[in-house]
């Protein structure tokens, strides 16, 4: 049989169709296909291999650096310096670049890395049924109507619809997030089931965890669920942070306002002052690299450097360093549930029997905790009957690693473990007085598990677990309190389902059977006439230190949505309990599928929680809460989270669970998956972004006092202040000072009390820009006012230029003090004494200044000369009176209500439009 390439492309919704029809409509059969009709699919539809990711290579990757307004302005001031004799000023502007550039360069991880790492997911071989006879072959060589068969340990390599399958679970975290295997089976399902609902289908890059299967291939490649990831990730741009545009838009404006500035300087020099031009363009030139805040860039490097050490120490581990600024701005975080904002560790909560109702105390696999009844007391025997059928239809192991308890078998009978030890049971003495004889293993056709023991004289006892309904079904007699039999009351269970349902808890009924005596060979026909014994409801329960973080991120003002792959009673259980709202409303994909782009932003922003989402469902909420103006943070672990961690403004990947696919599409990877981590680290950024705002508010307008000075007595044609080469000594003594000092600042008081900033808000604030206005115009008065007091005594121009220069650099000292706090005041102890990082910047200032003053080397480099004692005085008064003056505007704004808004940046009134 051959296959037409013209024929129409088959329906995608494989899920919905019976096996007949689809081994039909691929012209298939279930002996598989033959090897030359394999051939012939190969060429039309292709390898079974993922496209290549784009890679950049290392050299566009470094330069790439270099592609930023402010950096690009210093390149051209520093090829103007060097041409023009300035070498001294040249090389340090090209260093700092260069350093800067070296950094960005070995913290930049390469987000295109994440197709790179899907290749992984999928299995290198794969076992078909070629003319009827099993073999192994190359996965790339599979095509749509290959029959493949699937068992326990297998990646499964290619979707697949199943046509045959015996107690098969396959784990698909990787692609919904459910916590435990799928069940799976033959039967089609409704065209519109989700894809965690999808029964008949296996998907490529899962792992079968159990039973065994034969499917036939119904997509391959780029046609896979795991391709349609791999071409969705591939769509997302990469996007600039808030920070580099920020930095962007501030380098377009500072160079377009200094390049203005320059050429109105050059012209008023050539012709009101009757410079030549070439002498008026050497000052201008000098002016420029004066201005050019050259340290800057580095300084925020290293800042955000810094950020990424501390955020190491809380498991927070930064792949991409402007991430770490960009966290402090994040305003919405979407949380995957499993593992992140819950244990991953199923435990029995909730048992109910004939006789009552009890609840399982302590969490996850650990055998801490007690079981009681919820009208009080202690369990009945009932309720102990019901933990031994637990503890003994049973495969599992607990064991403790490394102070850990885990799990080695499916997580629920590990659960049902724990349950026994908490209820006071021991299991190997359990198994002792009642050993298994037989066993009937869970399948998907029948959905239970039955065990069969020995027990007293020649009796024998049947145990079994599975759906409750189907036990109920099998059933005629219910246990009660007192552990005697009574008549079924169907209606009552049903009732205890559907309330355990919608506590979002996962349900197993028990029942059990006396034998007169042991058959030989546990048969199915012998599951019938069973004693109901209870249900008992599982849940994967938050994670205690989860609900802290979440309330703190509230405090913060920062939204926190729960994108989760599973069901809605589920995800809406664990939401109430972490409390992202006290009624929180949830979404299911399926809905989303309706909604249109425009009316998706406000649905997004009204809902808490996505249940049952796919990965085109999490990218369109990541970019419709965008749309409103929101810096979304995303984490994930699976292959079908990468899209939106890549879409998302920081992306966070699980370090224990991820997959490398989230790993490598995501800015950040915890190393404890630990949501409270994402809280820290949000606190951490935060830190960082002030620092950076310190940084900018104490050298902006440093560098523009002493400029000012130098162009107002230009202006008035007075004798310089400073000389060129004295300004450079400032920047490079304090650059490397107290400039730097800054990055080292802890955070501020309220810091996670405050709302998010918002995305658009400038660098400068409307408090900076009044900051750096008011601070520029102070330093040019004490600069101006000693260079004139001095003069006015007969000093020399020499002297009276040292006193100019070391009048900077006592006013930075103490503008140093002011701008370390820009949310309170900083006379109080803790702003007076500092930190050792500010301790040790400042003497090495005052050692550096004292050489420039009092070496003779020093005199000769600078032309500077040494001070009076009395004129040193002088000089840290003027220090002092900067310092009041900067605390009373602090002051008088936050007395007229106008601090917090101008420091923020206009954070309140976004808070206002915040959904």
């Not at 260069?98 to 360069?105: D, I, M, R």
Request: with cysteine.
């Amino acid at each position: 049989m051959s296959v037409d390439p013209s024929t129409p492309q088959p329906p995608a919704a494989w899920h919905a169709l019976d096996a007949d029809e689809v081994l039909r409509r691929l012209h298939a059969g279930s002996g598989g296909l033959s090897d030359e009709e394999a051939a012939d699919r190969l060429v039309i539809h292709g390898r079974n291999v993922l496209p290549a990711p784009p890679t950049r290579s290392p050299l566009r990757r470094f330069l790439e650096q270099f592609n930023n307004a402010l950096i690009l302005f210093l390149l051209s001031a520093a090829v103007l310096a060097g041409l023009l004799g300035h070498r001294i000023d040249a090389a340090v502007i090209v260093a700092v670049v260069l350093v800067n550039a070296v950094v960005g360069f070995v913290q930049e991880g390469r987000a295109e890395q994440a197709l790179a790492a899907l290749q992984a997911m999928l299995a290198p071989t794969a076992r078909v049924l070629r003319d009827g006879v099993r073999r192994e072959i190359d996965v790339a060589g599979l095509v749509p109507g290959d029959t493949v068969l699937l068992e326990a340990g297998d990646r499964v390599p290619a979707d697949v619809r199943l046509l045959h399958a015996r107690g098969l679970l396959v784990d698909e975290a990787a692609l919904t997030g459910e916590s435990v295997a799928a069940e799976k089976t033959e039967v089609p399902v409704a065209e519109d089931a989700s894809l965690g609902d999808r029964t008949g289908m296996a998907y490529s890059g899962t792992l079968v965890a159990a039973g065994q299967g034969r499917g036939v291939v119904v997509a391959t490649a780029s046609a896979t669920e795991i391709g349609r990831i791999n071409t969705l990730i591939g769509s997302v741009d990469v996007l600039a942070t808030p920070l580099l545009r920020q930095i962007n838009r501030f380098g377009r404006r500072f160079t377009a306002v200094a390049i203005a500035a320059a050429a109105l300087l050059f012209v008023f020099a050539v012709f009101a002052r009757d410079y030549a031009w070439l002498d008026a363009l050497m000052v201008v030139v000098a002016l420029a690299v004066g201005v050019v805040p050259e340290g800057l860039p580095a300084v925020i490097t290293i800042t955000l450097a810094i950020g990424v050490r501390r955020m190491a120490t809380r498991h927070a581990i930064v792949r991409r360093l402007p991430a770490v600024e960009t966290l402090g701005a994040t305003s919405v975080i979407c949380s995957d549930k499993t593992g992140t904002l819950t244990r991953n560790e199923m435990t029995a909560r909730h048992l109910v029997t004939a006789g009552g109702t009890a609840v399982a105390s302590g969490g996850g696999y650990s055998p801490e905790g007690a079981l009681a009844l919820e009208r009080g007391g202690e369990a009945d025997a009932g309720m102990r009957r019901l933990v031994l059928c637990g503890l003994l239809c049973n495969d599992a192991e607990l064991r403790q690693r490394d102070g850990h308890w885990q799990v080695d078998g499916d997580p629920m009978e590990g659960a049902l473990l724990a349950l026994a030890l908490k209820a006071g049971f021991e299991p190997d003495m359990a198994l002792a007085d009642r050993p298994r004889l037989d066993a009937i293993p869970f399948d998907a056709s029948y959905r239970y598990m039955a065990t069969l023991h020995r027990g007293a004289g020649e009796t024998a006892e049947l145990y079994v677990k599975g759906a409750p309904e189907q036990l109920l079904a099998l059933s005629t007699r219910q246990l009660d309190g007192d552990g005697e039999p009574q008549p079924l009351r169907a209606a009552f269970w049903e009732s205890a389902i559907a309330e355990a349902a919608s506590r979002g808890e996962r349900v197993l009924g028990f029942a059990m059977r006396t034998l007169e005596h042991a058959p030989e060979r546990l048969e199915q026909e012998q599951v019938a006439g069973l004693l109901f014994l209870g249900v008992v409801g599982f849940i994967d329960p938050p994670r205690a230190e989860a609900m802290a973080a979440v309330a703190d991120c509230r405090s913060a003002g920062i939204a926190v949505k729960m994108i989760t792959g599973d069901h809605a009673a589920t995800a809406a259980a664990i939401a109430r309990q972490l409390g992202l709202a006290e009624a929180p409303v949830v979404v299911e994909g399926r809905s989303l599928d309706g909604v249109a782009d425009a009316e998706l932003p406000a649905l997004a922003a009204g809902a808490d929680v996505f249940a049952r989402a796919s990965p085109e469902h999490k990218l369109r909420v990541v970019r419709a809460l965008q749309s409103r103006g929101a810096v979304v943070a995303m984490t994930g672990d699976g292959v079908n989270d990468a899209p939106s961690l890549k879409q998302a403004d920081v992306g966070i990947a699980m370090g224990r669970k991820g997959t490398e696919a989230a790993k490598e599409a995501a800015e950040m990877v915890l190393s404890d998956d630990n949501f409270a981590s994402i809280v820290a680290a949000v606190h951490e950024g935060r830190t960082v972004y002030d620092n950076i705002r310190k940084v900018v508010a104490w050298t902006l307008p440093t560098n523009g006092g002493e400029i000012l000075a130098i162009v107002i007595a230009l202006l008035l044609g007075m004798t310089l202040p400073m000389t060129p080469a004295q300004i450079l000594w400032i920047n490079m003594v304090l650059t490397v000072t107290l400039g730097l000092v800054l990055a080292f600042e802890p955070a501020e008081p309220g810091v996670m009390r405050r709302p998010p900033r918002p995305s658009s808000a400038a660098l400068v604030s409307p408090f900076m820009l009044w900051r750096i206005v008011l601070v520029s115009l102070l330093f040019t008065a004490g600069a101006l006012g000693v260079f004139i007091w001095a003069i006015g005594r007969g000093l020399d121009v020499p002297t009276a230029r040292t006193l100019v220069v070391n009048t900077l650099c006592v006013m930075e000292i103490f503008y140093l003090f002011n701008v370390r706090y820009l949310h309170m005041t900083s006379f109080t102890w803790r702003g007076a004494r500092g930190t050792p990082a500010v301790l040790w910047a400042i003497a090495g200032v005052v050692v550096a200044q004292l050489a420039f003053t009092y070496a003779p080397f020093m005199q000769r480099l600078f032309d500077s000369r040494p001070v009076a004692l009395l004129d040193g005085v002088v000089v840290v008064l003027i220090g002092v009176v900067l310092m009041v003056v900067l605390e009373l505007e602090k002051a008088l704004l936050r007395r007229l209500g106008w601090f917090e808004e101008l420091a923020l940046g206009g954070a309140r009134a976004y808070e206002g439009t915040r959904a």
